[in-house]
């Protein structure tokens, strides 16, 4: 058992009591039926395994109380509609069969309601006010009578919640939704009772507050999550935040205050990646100041991914409990396994961003949200913990390639009972996460690797390293393993040719020695001069990674991509590109968009402008390759020859990132 001094103590949050301190935060994730915005099945799984990991309580994602705000990813469920309730009452009876509470949250997601959708509608805010993810959509300004609408709604929204089964309600007063546009000075320029002072900026709230109270009645718990500070321009300190707190609690209506740290100019700060190294817990101090001003329970976010450090910022005075959302994506039993003493079996969140934020940002609900670390997160409607089975049959596997895709399959394989032994040729686990870890500020994705070794180690897999299987080694392998079964998790080799998306075939002059692959660059294998143009068709976190590791040895960088720019449309959705766009400026790295190269010289390169052809040289000693992969599938076929049932997974099947190769390799050991 866990030793820790708070975590496991119950809390009072108004009339409801939790269990411990360990909330699962708010997030939308796309578990919606993308028409009626009604809750379903993976709805349901997804919350119950939540519950079942041992949280105390679960916040529901922000959801629409008004139908001309319902645009997803910013809403949820279709909380304008008596027709939500049935589906609600199915995920809140899942939660509460593990003695978890759960929340819900009306909102409305004022200009960032992207009315455009149905063209019926416009986005209506507390004033005219464009948004940053689409600049044309301008706000239509609130009258007096929308304001009453909007705020009666809210009161609706929460009646339903209630009669959904929730056991609180929670309003979020932060992220640049409308009740947050009302009290910001960037974003209410009024002139009535609703705008200019502090007291008239918070009025729309205070109504609000008001009229679900009077809704909802004493007996059901009511909270706000406030924005602690804002770091753009202009935003909110954290004394101003404070100073609100104080507000709100003096009218005696809350419960308690949660706390946000963005609004959607500075989401990349709470949704912080891994790459901008904020500390884990990083926003607790400012959650000690908010903390000190009320006597109301107050909780925090900040990639808290620790028992022992969220009992220390409860000890600390930082907060009573904590909110933890991308660590439990990633492991939805991190209090459970807290509580048994098994800390080092959480599996860790690798604030990437890549199958949560940047799934969700990217492509709404008809993507829905998945974990680069954890295969079932969003899965749980067929692979549930509470349906995971022992093989019927036990097998020998055989699993060649220790990268996620390998170590992933061996382990879930090994779980479902199966004698698994893995081989690598590399003196390390990990694959070409052993390269991501060499670039600068990317480490992280290591601790997965180090999770994956540790319960390879735990179930007695037996992990051969330094040993390359090739049709000369095979039989001799094969008569030692007996294997009933072989996964090829041999991943992929980067195209010294530079095929890339757009031209679909190789770079002339690509077979120059001035050329290398960004492998040969991390492994120190390329013999480089001064000057270094990237060639980058990844639009991931590969070119600023070998940028910023060159010019940080002094030498002159510049990366051409085909695109718009080399941070689109990937490390925008997972918010690095604020990040590494500052670093690579700092370093004085050169980004050129819209082109691409005609022909490699031994001076450098002949380049093109590629909307319109026009033709330029760039000087360079090296031209290094972010281009296209290739999978390594030569053992398939030697095994297929042999006759033995195999497998391809991960990049060996098609080169993509971690989330596919841990999804691969998961599906595929649910299966043997
Ligand atoms: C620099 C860099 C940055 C990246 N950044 C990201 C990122 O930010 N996000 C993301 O999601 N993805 C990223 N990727 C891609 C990601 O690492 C891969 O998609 C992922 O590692 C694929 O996993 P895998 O297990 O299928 O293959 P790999 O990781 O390639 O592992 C394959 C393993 O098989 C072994 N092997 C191959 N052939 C044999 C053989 N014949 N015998 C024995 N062993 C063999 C290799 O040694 C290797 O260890 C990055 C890749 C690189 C190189
Ligand atoms: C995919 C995703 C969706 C989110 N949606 C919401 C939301 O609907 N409401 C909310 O209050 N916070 C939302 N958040 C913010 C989280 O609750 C949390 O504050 C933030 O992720 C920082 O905590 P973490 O570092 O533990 O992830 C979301 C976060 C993620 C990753
Ligand atoms: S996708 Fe990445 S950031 Fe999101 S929860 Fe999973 S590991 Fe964490």
Redesign the pocket.
């Known amino acids: 058992m866990a030793e820790y001094k708070y975590l496991f103590t119950p809390i009072k949050l108004g009339p409801i009591t939790l269990k411990n301190r360990i909330v699962c935060a708010g997030h939308t994730n796309g578990f919606v039926d993308p028409v009626t915005f009604l809750p379903n099945e993976t709805t349901r799984c997804y919350y119950e395994e939540r519950a079942r990991g041992g949280a105390s309580l679960i916040v529901l994602p922000l959801s629409s109380v008004d139908e001309t705000a319902d645009y997803y990813p910013l809403a949820a469920f279709a909380l304008w509609t008596d027709d939500v309730i049935p589906g609600l009452r199915k995920v809140t009876d899942a939660i509460h069969k593990y003695d978890c509470k759960v929340i819900g949250g009306p909102g409305h997601s004022g200009v960032h309601s992207m009315c455009n959708v149905t063209l019926d509608d416009v986005s209506r805010d507390a004033s005219q006010l464009p948004t940053v993810e689409q600049p044309h959509q301008i706000s239509k300004e609130l009258s007096k009578e929308e304001i009453v609408e909007i705020q009666d709604k809210f009161a609706a929204a929460s009646v339903r919640l209630v009669k959904a089964g929730v056991d609180g309600i929670e309003v979020l007063f932060g992220h640049g939704k409308l009740v947050w546009n009302f009290a910001s000075t960037i974003t209410n320029k009024r002139t009535d009772e609703y705008g200019g002072s502090l007291e008239n900026r918070c009025r729309f709230l205070m109504e609000v507050i008001d009229k679900i109270r009077q809704a909802i009645g004493r007996d059901i718990p009511f909270g706000i999550r406030l924005q602690a500070f804002a770091m753009e321009p202009g935003g909110i300190t954290v004394d101003d935040a404070a100073e609100m707190a104080r507000m709100f609690e003096a009218t005696g209506q809350l419960d308690y205050i949660g706390l946000v740290q963005s609004t959607y100019r500075s989401i990349h700060i709470e949704g912080s990646p891994y790459y901008a190294n904020f500390e884990p817990g990083w926003a607790g101090e400012y959650s000690r100041k908010i903390k000190a001003a009320v006597k109301l329970p107050v909780s925090v976010s900040s990639k808290i991914n620790d028992p022992g450090l969220a009992d220390r910022m409860i000890a600390d005075g930082q907060c009573d409990y904590v909110y933890l959302c991308r660590a439990m994506i990633a492991d939805p039993h991190f209090a459970r396994k807290a509580m048994e003493g098994r800390d080092e079996d959480i599996r860790p969140c690798i604030y990437?961003n890549?199958g949560c934020n940047g799934r969700v940002v990217n492509r709404g609900m008809y993507n829905g949200l998945r974990c680069?670390v954890n295969p079932m997160a969003g899965e749980e409607a067929r692979w549930g913990s509470w349906m995971f089975e022992k093989a019927p049959q036990r097998k020998k596997v055989l699993v060649?390639?220790?990268?996620?895709?390998?170590?992933q399959c061996a382990m879930t394989a090994a779980e479902r009972g199966h004698d698994v032994v893995v081989?690598?040729?590399?003196n390390e686990?990990?694959?070409?996460?052993?390269?991501?870890k060499r670039?600068p500020n990317?480490t992280m994705?290591q601790t997965f690797v180090d999770y994956l070794d540790r319960q390879l180690q735990k179930l007695g897999v037996k992990v051969n390293l330094g040993?390359?299987?090739?049709n000369q080694n095979l039989d001799e392998v094969l008569a030692r393993e007996k294997p009933d079964v072989a996964v090829i998790?041999?991943?992929?080799r980067?195209a010294k040719d530079g095929t890339a998306g757009a031209l679909c075939e190789p770079i002339p002059g690509w077979e120059r020695d001035n050329v290398y692959t960004?492998?040969d660059v991390?492994l120190g294998k390329a013999r480089l001069g001064n000057k270094i143009l990237i060639v980058d068709d990844f639009s991931?976190?590969?070119s600023p990674?070998?940028a910023e590791l060159l010019a940080g040895q002094g030498k002159k960088v510049e990366i051409i991509t085909g695109r718009s720019c080399i941070m689109e449309p990937n490390l925008s959705a997972w918010f690095d590109a604020p990040f590494m766009l500052a670093k690579l400026d700092e370093l004085g790295v050169k980004i050129t968009p819209y082109t691409w190269i005609k022909q490699i010289t031994e001076r450098g390169a002949t380049c093109f402008y590629t909307p319109s052809g026009r033709e330029f040289d760039v000087e360079a000693d090296n031209i290094i390759m972010v281009t296209t992969k290739y999978s390594?599938t030569?053992?398939y076929d030697e095994f297929k020859q042999r006759g033995i049932e195999c497998h391809l997974?991960?990049?060996?099947k098609a080169?993509?990132?971690?989330?596919?190769?841990t999804h691969?390799?998961y599906k595929l050991a649910r299966e043997i």
């Open positions: 990437c890549q680069t060649v390639g220790a990268g996620p895709a390998g170590l081989y690598d040729r590399d686990t990990g694959g070409q996460i052993r390269l991501i670039l990317q994705p040993v390359e299987l090739t998790a041999t991943g992929a980067p960004y492998e991390i991931d976190r590969v990674g070998v390594n030569e053992l997974i991960g990049d060996a080169p993509r990132w971690i989330l596919n190769a691969d390799g």
